[in-house]
């Protein structure tokens, strides 16, 4: 049951892949911004992890199966975070929007 943890995140950085950065890279024609980390790091990782975890028996291909449902999850949860991060930086004094690039001086 230990093993499916790693697993689990193994999978959430293969989704994290698969699903918003090579997707808007297509979309954009170009670069969108994370996909080199996502290919040149979540991508290798992840499935390093996943292979090793398989290949020593302390993970069932049945089991990565069902922690595709989990990593979907997760994933879903992102945009809601980066939600809340900007309503809190927004909201209040007017300095705590300055990091935006859009903020007026």
Do not use: D, Q
């Not at 975070?81 to 859009?102: D, L, M, N, Q």
């Amino acid at each position: 049951m230990e093993a499916y943890l790693p697993a689990g995140m193994a999978g959430v950085m293969l989704l994290n892949v698969a699903l918003p950065h090579v997707p808007a890279a297509v979309a954009a024609r170009g670069y969108a911004p994370g996909l080199v980390t996502a290919v040149g790091l979540n991508l290798p990782i992840g499935l390093a992890v996943l292979r090793g975890a398989v290949r020593e028996g302390a993970v069932t291909r049945r089991g990565l199966r069902r922690t595709v449902p989990v990593a979907l999850g997760v994933l879903a949860c992102a945009p809601l975070a980066v939600a809340a991060a900007r309503a809190a930086t927004s909201a209040g004094h007017p300095e705590h929007r300055s990091w935006s690039p859009r903020a007026k001086s």
